[in-house]
């Protein structure tokens, strides 16, 4: 169950019959304003906090897949259609939610395409449990070592998928699973960690299931996106994330067109 403080319903002024469940990234945000732009275009948005919040986990560690399959459940007792869209760590949930939970569309920007460890008071696990079991998951490789200030963490993650390549196979998300069609938005200059190469990956995967994967990127953009209308994002975890608002704003405009597509808005 999903407190009401720990969630925000946008409803349009004239609905489209398609639920959009938005979810954020590492920051934890609610992501009230981006809900209200696509409620402004005909979705019904649920955006949710899914750790830190009331009766939740506290930290990106071992937070239940079951989360999101509930939301997408009641979002479709009130839509035709229903779409995920997550950022980040959020669009990690996205797509492996979706290749357990029938949806119409993923709109999966900054994506993954493995499951990452995440920590809690010490202790290394899943980012995710499915039917209270952590899902696989891939290691960091403890011997890296920052070599910029503020941090860049891609390198790490690079890494990581070398020096733990077994466990990184294993924690692969089955995205040759997921019905309904999948929207990747990537800036080439994530510094954060390597989205281009992961969405490569899940394309290719995808690809050999016979399946379509519609791919959005921009060579100068970052970590984040920035829509038509939205101010760039303060605060979160200080590291670099590359791109700049100029860049990310530009391939928010890419992006726009395949989003409304998506959610049934064009």
Not at 153 to 160: F, G, I, P, Q, V
Not at 195 to 222: C, K, N, W, Y
Request: with cysteine; proline share 8%.
């Amino acid at each position: 169950m999903l407190a009401r403080a720990d969630r925000f319903d946008a409803h349009p002024p004239v609905p489209n019959g398609t639920g959009v469940l938005l979810v954020a990234g590492s920051s934890g945000r609610i992501e009230v304003d981006r809900a209200g732009l696509l409620a402004a275009q005909g979705a019904r948005v649920r955006a949710m906090r899914w750790f830190g919040g009331d009766g939740q986990r506290p930290a990106p560690h071992e937070v239940p897949v079951e989360l999101f399959a509930e939301q997408l459940d009641e979002l479709r007792q009130e839509c035709d259609r229903v779409v995920v869209f997550g950022t980040s760590f959020g669009a990690e949930a996205a797509l492996l939610t979706a290749t357990v939970s029938p949806v119409d569309g993923v709109i999966a920007v900054a994506p993954t395409s493995v499951v990452w460890a995440g920590a809690h008071e010490g202790a290394w696990s899943s980012h995710w449990t499915l039917a209270g079991e952590p899902v696989p998951f891939t290691p960091f490789d403890p011997d890296w070592v920052p070599d910029a200030d503020p941090p860049a963490y891609r390198e790490l993650y690079a890494s990581s998928l070398i020096r733990f390549a077994e466990q990184a196979s294993a924690a692969r998300i089955a995205v040759e699973r997921i019905e309904g069609e999948v929207l990747l938005i990537v800036g080439d200059d994530d510094q954060v960690w390597p989205s281009d190469v992961f969405a490569q990956e899940i394309v290719a995967a995808r690809r050999s299931a016979g399946l379509v994967t519609t791919v959005i990127a921009h060579p100068d953009a970052g970590h984040r996106l920035l829509l038509p209308g939205e101010e760039p994002a303060s605060g979160g975890m200080r590291m670099a994330r590359g791109g700049s608002a100029a860049s990310d704003a530009e391939l928010g405009e890419r992006a726009w067109p395949e989003i409304l597509r998506v959610i049934g808005s064009n």
